[in-house]
């Protein structure tokens, strides 16, 4: 089992920024990797960046490219997203997520943290 726990979000007005956390314990596989993930009220969990453990990555939608940084820390089992010049549609609850996977799909990832709501007034 893998447990993730997210920290961070909550309310900044738009072109501001905002840092998420997600810390994994349990059994974290070298192999896997750690994605985080949105999804905002009525709309379907929308894939943000992603990055494995060991290497690779990270990958980012283009949505998010150029505002967004992923990053970890393997000492600590975390990994982090930056989060610049935010918009107000970029409102929503998000994720981290952990899978045996390179996909951006979040159907491909096994565990999942408690989600954090990010929320960008205008």
């Known amino acids: 089992q893998v447990q993730l726990v997210e920290s961070g979000g909550g309310l900044v007005q738009a072109g501001g920024s905002l840092s998420l956390s997600c810390a994994a314990s349990?059994?974290?596989?070298?192999?896997?990797?750690m994605g985080w993930f949105r999804q905002a009220p009525g709309k379907e969990r929308e894939f943000i960046a992603r990055i494995r453990w060991t290497g690779g990555g990270p990958y980012y939608a283009n949505s998010v490219k150029g505002r967004f940084t992923m990053s970890r820390d393997n000492a600590k089992n975390t990994v982090y997203l930056q989060m610049n010049s935010l918009k107000t549609e970029d409102t929503a609850v998000y994720y981290c997520?952990?899978?045996?996977?390179?996909?951006?799909?979040?159907?491909?990832?096994?565990?999942w943290g408690q989600g954090t709501q990010v929320t960008v007034s205008s």
């Open positions: 349990g059994r974290t596989f070298s192999s896997y990797s």
């Open positions: 997520a952990a899978g045996p996977t390179t996909s951006n799909y979040y159907g491909n990832y096994d565990y």
